[in-house]
């Protein structure tokens, strides 16, 4: 049977060759389709551009009279911008291109005001168009291509002593760590002086952290998703929950292991997701290790009451949070999301078009160079579900106050 098609195939080929007429055509004649690059989502900026580029033709300013009908937990989340806004810490961060803190914190009132007069649907947009200057994210293409991935808040069980079925820690962080100005892990304090801080296989296997344990949790794969997400909320053996918030990292830059297990044939690309990863590995346990130890980013945590919080320290709102990379993005501002993003219907997840405005308030070990956005989904399962079917293209805008 492989031979009969192999023929035809060939038979095929030469009657394309030499063309419907007899005339032989040469293999230089034929064009070539080029093959589609895959996009570089982390390609990293140009030396001294910025991430966003200001609109100035109205007819590239999108319609935001979709979003401005939807304004749920908006203003909470513009709330929380404005207290990291205020505080002094937050103007070594501006002027970001030409926008000024004064600017970034009086676009927020600005837009909070619109909301607590009544505006929105048409008359909103309406208003955005005519008093606000819109910039888009230049992507990873210079064309404005992002990719759009989601994040959560898991709920685990656990116990803040080791016991039963709660064997696998997750750490507080380590005193011999080193930060620079910027919170930034440069490595650890030794007998030569500063030294690269060891990976997560090292960290994991040599117990260099005992005593550092600040929670235990019943599952190993459940303690990497822990790091992955950045926070967590554990559930206490008398029922009460427990935030878990992030404190630090070893410095070591995040690697995929979905990646790897594509490529090992573990899960076929197509159903690659987080629900099918914890899957995977409750029925092969024995196999965590060997694909948690490839990325050599490990997290240090902490005990922390309230809500989860960003990276600047505020809380994180369910679907008005978004993550990006902080040394290209402006922080605590005011974005306008248009992509496509997976919404619960009872069982099943359905991928729909979305547009919504949003507060860049928080940042990710992956999330990378201005062709990449993170979405906080919220807490529990079924966050859980969405942010791992959260995986599409689409744009990403700021707008700032006209001054």
Not at 4 to 22: D, N, T
């Amino acid at each position: 049977m492989k031979a009969r098609i192999s023929l035809a195939i060939g038979f095929v080929l030469v009657m394309f060759l030499i063309g419907c007429h007899g005339a032989p055509i040469l293999v230089e004649d034929i064009p070539r389709i080029p093959k589609p690059e895959k996009p570089e989502y982390s390609k990293p900026l140009p030396p001294g551009e910025f991430a966003l580029r200001k609109i100035t033709d109205p007819d590239e300013i999108p319609d935001f009279t979709g979003a401005c009908l939807d304004l749920s937990n908006l203003k909470t989340a513009i709330h929380n911008s404005l207290n990291y806004l205020k505080k002094p810490s937050s103007e070594q961060y501006f002027p970001y291109s030409d926008i000024p803190h004064q600017q970034a914190e009086d676009s927020l009132k600005a837009f909070l005001k619109l909301i607590d007069d009544g505006y929105s649907g048409e008359q909103l947009n309406a208003l955005i168009r005519d008093r606000f200057d819109v910039y888009i994210s230049v992507g990873c293409d210079d064309k404005g291509t992002v990719l759009f991935t989601g994040y959560y808040t898991p709920v685990f069980e656990g116990s803040p002593k080791p016991g039963g079925r709660f064997q696998y820690p997750l750490y507080g962080q380590p005193e011999d760590l080193v930060k620079d100005s910027e919170g930034n892990t440069v490595g650890r304090y030794s007998g030569d002086g500063i030294v690269s801080y060891p990976a997560r296989d090292e960290i994991e296997s040599s117990g260099m952290l005992k005593g550092k344990e600040i929670m235990w949790l019943a599952d190993p794969f459940e303690v990497y998703l822990v790091h992955v997400q950045g926070s967590a909320k554990i559930r206490q053996p008398d029922g009460s929950l427990v935030g878990i918030g992030y404190a630090a990292n070893n410095g070591h830059e995040y690697k995929s292991i979905g990646q790897q297990m594509v490529q090992d044939g573990k899960i076929s690309r197509d159903q690659m997701s987080l629900s099918s990863m914890i899957a995977y590995f409750k029925a092969h346990p024995d196999e965590i290790r060997e694909y948690t130890d490839l990325n050599p980013r490990f997290v240090f945590f902490r005990v922390e009451g309230g809500p989860p919080r960003g990276s600047i320290n505020e809380p994180v709102t369910a679907l008005r949070t978004i993550a990006t990379d902080k040394s290209v993005y402006p922080r605590a501002c005011l974005a306008f999301l248009s992509t496509t993003l997976p919404q619960a219907n009872g069982t099943d997840v359905l991928q729909k078009s979305y547009e919504g405005f949003a507060l860049d308030q928080d940042t990710g070990g992956a999330i990378r160079a201005p062709g990449r956005c993170d979405v906080y989904m919220g807490e529990g399962d079924t966050a859980g579900r969405l942010a791992g079917q959260t995986y599409k293209e689409g744009r990403l805008y700021y707008l700032f106050i006209r001054q």
